[in-house]
């Protein structure tokens, strides 16, 4: 069992930077690849990246690499999602996802994350 809760969200303008949040509790929660995805209104769910267990390999979707970076505090069971330069596409809300088939995955498929949080909103506009 793995509870996920999500922070840091919030309005920005364009070109800003946000770090959202997210809190991994339970017994095994260390052992779990997580993966961030987002929902924005009209739009299907998509995944944004993911990392591995110890934060050795990563993934990210091609609509955001470069400016997105997600990174793990293993001591904490935290991950992070740290968004830079900012856009309006980039506005919906943000879910992260636990994967605790294996711990080394970094999927894109949202059918390999099997636990997930309720999500951070964040609003991109001037």
């Known amino acids: 069992q793995v509870q996920l809760v999500e922070s840091g969200g919030g309005l920005v303008q364009p070109g800003d930077s946000l770090r959202v949040s997210c809190v991994a509790s339970?017994?095994?929660?260390?052992?779990?690849?997580i993966g961030w995805f987002r929902k924005a209104p009209g739009k299907e769910r998509e995944f944004v990246a993911s990392i591995s267990w110890n934060g050795g390999n990563t993934n990210y979707a091609e609509s955001v690499k470069g400016r997105f970076t997600i990174s793990r505090d293993t001591t904490k069971n935290t991950i992070f999602l740290q968004m830079n330069n900012l856009k309006p596409d980039d506005t919906a809300l943000y879910y992260c996802?636990?994967?605790?088939?294996?711990?080394?995955?970094?999927?894109?498929?949202?059918?390999?994350?099997?636990?997930w949080g309720q999500g951070t909103q964040v609003t991109v506009s001037s």
């Open positions: 339970g017994r095994a929660a260390f052992t779990y690849a």
């Open positions: 996802a636990a994967d605790r088939t294996n711990g080394w995955r970094v999927s894109s498929s949202a059918a390999d994350f099997d636990s």
